[in-house]
T-cell receptor, first 114, second 115 residues
């Protein structure tokens, strides 16, 4: 099953701060993970992905960390900007017969204040 | 096309009516996915197509929901006898498919409101 709560977690930061968004996943068979950003009224937008043979991957201003031992994923955004304000979702895939299926977390609302 | 497109953008219907939602994947993408997103929630998997066949339709919530894909391109999600709980954003995604894991690229969604 999914690790979900009844209310979306929220993170409020000042422009220029670093942000860390966390995600717990429940399927130990998951071996591929993706972070998406979703702005109001739009579809999810790919940010970064990581496979289970890695524990860290960096992109432009973003870093994803994977801790398989505790089934935890985090997204770090450096020098957060107002345009980063959105809902952030982690998604997992277990491969095998589930190649097509992404399981999404409930999301975290990031608000960046100028 | 440049990205995944979906139509209509918004759909308001009366309870009991049928609706059809359309998805046009990125050109060359053989895999296509449908998800549903209720207000303030994460995305819920509905069905996955590889080419014209659907290896995984485990997420379809009831037999009122069906989907098809023809020509390995456009897909249609049909909801029969709509209910108010069907109100949600229906999102479509695509990728190159096959037996590799890669990100799914999403369209803007169709916002369905059942009155």
């Amino acid at each position: 099953g999914e690790s979900v709560g009844l209310h979306l977690p929220t993170l409020s930061v000042q422009e220029g701060d670093n942000s860390i968004i966390n995600c717990a996943y429940s399927n130990s068979a998951s071996d591929y993970f993706i972070w998406y950003k979703q702005e109001s009224g739009k579809g999810p937008q790919f940010i970064i992905d990581i496979r289970s043979n890695m524990d860290k991957r960096q992109g432009q201003r973003v870093t994803v960390l994977l801790n398989k031992t505790v089934k935890h994923l985090s997204l770090q955004i450096a020098a957060t900007q107002p345009g980063d304000s959105a809902v952030y979702f982690c998604a997992e895939n277990a491969g095998g017969t589930s190649y097509g299926k992404l399981t999404f977390g409930q999301g975290t609302i990031l608000t960046v204040h100028p | 096309g440049a990205g995944v497109s979906q139509s209509p953008s918004n759909k308001v219907t009366e309870k009991g009516k049928d609706v059809e939602l359309r998805c046009d994947p990125i050109s060359g993408h053989t895999a296509l996915y449908w998800y549903r997103q209720s207000l303030g929630q994460g995305l819920e998997f509905l069905i996955y197509f590889q080419g014209n066949s659907a290896p995984d339709k485990s997420g379809l919530p009831s037999d009122r929901f069906s989907a098809e894909r023809t020509g390995g391109s456009v897909s249609t999600l049909t909801i029969q006898r709509t209910q108010q709980e069907d109100s949600a954003v229906y999102l479509c995604a695509s990728n190159r498919g096959g037996r590799t894991q890669e990100t799914q690229y999403f369209g803007p969604g169709t916002r369905l409101l059942v009155l």
